[in-house]
């Protein structure tokens, strides 16, 4: 079981970059392929990026080009380095174990609000 803790949200303007960390607890977290999940209002929950336990990633059409995913087994962190940001882009973005399902454990999220 991974449980995790999302940080790093916030209101940015279209075009600026935002930066998030999702600590996670689990001796095998190393183990785990991890994903950025978001869920914008009225929408269900998708998953944005993901990274294998050797590094590989594999990201969603809308965000390819845009956000970085990546990890620091040392210190049980999955990063989401989100730029060029848009409005739709707005969203409460999670960290999971890839695949999870609805009625897993969930964190709490970051709230990522894109507007001018």
């Known amino acids: 079981q991974v449980q995790v803790v999302e940080s790093g949200g916030g209101l940015v303007q279209p075009g600026g970059s935002l930066r998030l960390s999702c600590a996670a607890s689990g001796s095998i977290f190393s183990l785990y392929v991890m994903g950025w999940y978001r869920q914008a209002p009225g929408k269900p929950r998708e998953l944005v990026a993901r990274i294998t336990p050797g590094g590989r990633t594999n990201y969603a059409d809308s965000v390819k080009g845009r956000f970085t995913i990546s990890r620091d087994g040392a210190k049980n962190t999955v990063y989401l380095q989100m730029n060029s940001l848009k409005p739709e882009d707005t969203a409460v973005y999670y960290c999971?174990?890839?695949?999870?399902?609805?009625?897993?454990?969930w964190g709490q999220g970051t709230q990522v609000t894109v507007s001018s």
């Open positions: 999971n174990k890839f695949p999870s399902s609805e009625s897993g454990s």
